[in-house]
């Protein structure tokens, strides 16, 4: 009984743990926990913004967009134009590098390429539309512009040599 | 899709926040900036796949290491680790796309951030 009811928290426990934690913190006046609490909501509210669109990301493509279709434009023999669509998908988005793995997950279900999964990766975790505009703000046009034109090739490279090593191992992403 | 997804976001959350505390950004900025060299490029790297630091902090902290003098290629591989190599994550996102995949994904951006920290220091 006890142990059914402790695999049902499980998923939960380091939540828990945290809510007992601040909770506690507040209550007791510990300052590092206050801290902690504090770069935590922060954090929870960038969440809060990229979550809707990573689920209406996820969403769009397993309703609306037919196997068919993905593998045509971003498949095995979609070529340079398939490229060039992953990284504009990844650019329009927002949100830490988790936060694609489902849409990995979602266009890997869907028939898109090793390459092009990876090339969105790499192009979801640094060439972020939203994110440039505040890179821009802080470090200036030339930084950014130079950072992002020397990283792009280099992710299409990861992209090139992930397929290359993957293709004949049995790539799979896991829905989780 | 909210226990499968959102939870483990949120643990990722909570990790990232004790690190923070942990590893504050006044001290990342102290052992980053100007004169750091390329042990100050070595140690951007590592920090930058360890941790995982949002973007409205890590911003902030990137410019004020440009103002107390970091060079651009330091800055760059800092920026680009945070946001591509993820040893915090690497444990979800081995369940995704399994061991060998993460950890070759996370290796070969390392070696990609590492480059394109050298050419920024060439290029600017």
């Known amino acids: ?176 | 899709m909210f226990k499968n997804i959102v939870v483990p976001f949120l643990n990722i959350l909570i990790l990232v926040s004790l690190l923070l505390f942990i590893v504050p950004p006044q001290m990342i900025v102290k052992y980053l900036g100007a004169g750091s060299g390329a042990l100050g490029f070595m140690i951007a790297a590592v920090v930058g796949s360890i941790t995982l630091i949002p973007g409205f902090i890590s911003y902030p902290i990137a410019s004020g290491l440009l103002r107390q003098g970091a060079s651009y290629s330091t800055i760059a591989v800092f920026m680009t680790t945070l946001m591509m190599v993820g040893v915090v994550t690497l444990p979800l996102e081995i369940k995704y796309f399994g061991k060998k995949t993460a950890v070759l994904r996370n290796s070969l951006n390392l070696i990609a951030a590492v480059v394109i920290g050298i050419l920024i220091g060439i290029i600017l």
């Not at chain 1, 498949?75 to 650019?91: N, R, T």
């Not at chain 1, 489902?102 to 192009?123: E, M, Q, R, T």
Request: glycine share 8%.
């Open chain 1, 1 to 176: 009984m006890i142990k059914r009811s402790f695999e049902k928290i499980k998923p939960y426990i380091w939540l828990l743990s945290f809510a007992v934690f601040s909770v506690g913190s507040f209550w007791f006046g510990f300052d590092p926990g206050k801290t902690i609490y504090q770069s935590f909501t922060k954090s929870f509210i960038e969440m809060l913004i990229f979550i809707p669109f990573l689920f209406i990301i996820v969403g769009l493509f397993d309703v609306w967009f037919p196997k068919e279709k993905i593998e045509k434009h971003i498949g095995q023999e979609s070529g340079i134009k398939g490229i060039f669509l992953v990284v504009i998908l990844a650019m329009l988005q927002a949100g830490p590098l988790y936060g694609a793995f489902p849409v990995a997950y979602i266009l890997y279900k869907k028939g898109a390429s090793i390459k092009n999964i990876f090339i969105y990766l790499g192009a979801f975790s640094s060439l972020k539309i939203p994110m440039l505009g505040i890179e821009i703000g802080y470090l200036g046009i030339n930084f950014t512009l130079a950072r992002t034109l020397v990283s792009l090739p280099l992710f299409i490279a990861i992209g090139y040599l992930m397929e290359w090593y993957l293709k004949d191992k049995d790539f799979k992403i896991n829905e989780v």
